[in-house]
T-cell receptor, first 113, second 116 residues
């Protein structure tokens, strides 16, 4: 069974640009969550989608948005990029509703110049 | 609100020695606890989980953890470590809002550095 796939693995952008990251969950998983990992702030929850609906949202500015498609694939978008958005963005999928173990992808490393 | 504290940012240990990585949590509701491992340039891999039942949980790669409700702890242990266990380890708690979310709250991580 294929794991969680995140594309691209690496991305370099400049300040002010926008970026879209993609996540394909494990087949059959309906819940997708996104996390930001930085050396200073650690792992922080961005948002969670279940059956195309945003179920939970972390404490991030509105520049961070996401969506989930009918096949459970998810994208997250960051607009007006700032230097502080440089991070590893991790996607995780779960089989169903709450408190399920999450399976993580290898992440997208976003660098802002 | 839930929170997780990992007291040790780094734990050096010699190969074949035992190790314990500490994790304390705070929660006003039922807790679901997890340990994840992250190798360089990779995502997080689930080591073990506590959802209910036996307080001693066994995971992959010879790791185990014990859920202690009175001490609000979920420490990770391995009786004999290998060089390949060198990685960052994260303790996490799930919100547990009656099953309404899979959101995880992570600790700051512990770097396990195994020396030959």
């Amino acid at each position: 069974k294929a794991g969680v796939t995140q594309t691209p693995r690496y991305l370099i952008k400049t300040r002010g640009q926008q970026v879209t990251l993609s996540c394909s969950p494990i087949s059959g998983h309906r819940s997708v969550s996104w996390y930001q990992q930085t050396p200073g702030q650690g792992l922080q929850f961005l948002f969670e989608y279940f059956s195309e609906t945003q179920r939970n949202k972390g404490n991030f500015p509105g520049r961070f948005s996401g969506r989930q498609f009918s096949n459970s694939r998810s994208e997250m978008n960051v607009s007006t990029l700032e230097l502080g958005d440089s991070a590893l963005y991790l996607c995780a999928s779960s089989l169903d509703s709450g408190n399920q173990p999450q399976h993580f992808g290898d992440g997208t490393r976003l660098s802002i110049l | 609100a839930q929170s997780v504290t990992q007291l040790d940012s780094q734990v050096p240990v010699f190969e074949e020695a035992p190790v314990e990585l500490r994790c304390n949590y705070s929660s006003s509701v039922s807790v679901y606890l997890f340990w994840y491992v992250q190798y360089p340039n990779q995502g997080l891999q689930l080591l073990l989980k506590y959802l209910s039942g036996s307080t001693l949980v066994k995971g992959i790669n010879g790791f185990e953890a014990e859920f202690n409700k009175s001490q609000t702890s979920f420490h990770l242990r391995k009786p004999s470590v290998h060089i390949s266990d060198t990685a960052e380890y994260f303790c996490a708690v799930s919100a547990g809002y009656g099953g309404a979310t899979n959101k995880l709250i992570f600790g700051t991580g512990t770097l396990l550095a195994v020396q030959p």
